[in-house]
């Protein structure tokens, strides 16, 4: 079901890598952060109709790291995977539906392919999809290498793509793919 080397097109020939520090993985801490983050979502929610109060004794979490799709989505998978996380209703009404355990899993695989692929923490990628799961899969993933997204619509045209490669730095493209005869001419990352 998750196979991202088969949905995602590459490219990386046409701008050199960014710097690349290297990629560690922080988990020690990762039960204390979230609980931390519920308490303060809990505080505010707890509060929502008592704006004074919530403003005044409101403290954010106090965190050395943490990463939102490791310590929080992937700590929602593990209590009640079951549970809806997506549900992408299109057009003609057709729908997708994913749950928290489901885009856990394949986000994990999808991070490992960026990895394989020289995904790094702090690398900056664009990515280039529409509203689907791949999309949301990508997302989780990035997040999971500790890289910055950038997420961009397929419909860029190059020199749209170009000012997002510079401005953004990015060091790396994804796309959904797309007939190799318009690859070339909608987009710098064919």
């Known amino acids: 079901m998750c196979r991202p080397s088969h949905r995602l097109l590459l490219s ?12 560690r993985v922080a988990t020690l801490n990762a039960g204390a952060a ?5 308490a303060a979502r809990d505080f505010l ?12 004794d409101y403290r954010p979490p106090a965190l050395e790291e943490f990463n939102w799709s490791l310590d929080w989505f992937d700590a929602i998978a593990a209590d009640g995977g079951d549970r809806p996380a997506l549900w992408i209703v299109e057009p003609d009404g057709g729908e997708t539906r ?3 355990a489901e885009l856990s899993a394949c986000s994990n695989q999808v991070a490992n392919w960026l990895r394989e692929h020289g995904v790094v923490r702090g690398d900056r990628v664009i990515v280039m999809l529409g509203n689907q799961v791949e999309l949301w899969e990508t ?15 397929p419909m860029l045209g190059p020199a749209d793509l170009v000012d997002r490669v510079e401005r953004g730095a990015s060091s790396r493209t994804y796309r959904a793919p797309i007939r190799r005869s318009l690859s070339a001419s909608r987009s710098p990352a064919g």
């Open 45 to 56: 929610l707890n509060h929502r109709e008592d704006y004074a109060t919530a403003y005044r």
């Open 139 to 153: 997302i989780l993933a990035t997040m999971k290498l500790g890289a910055v997204i950038i997420p961009a619509t």
């Open 98 to 100: 994913r749950t928290f």
């Open 12 to 23: 990386t020939d046409w701008q050199a890598p960014a710097r690349r520090s290297i990629a």
């Open 34 to 38: 979230t609980a931390r983050v519920r």
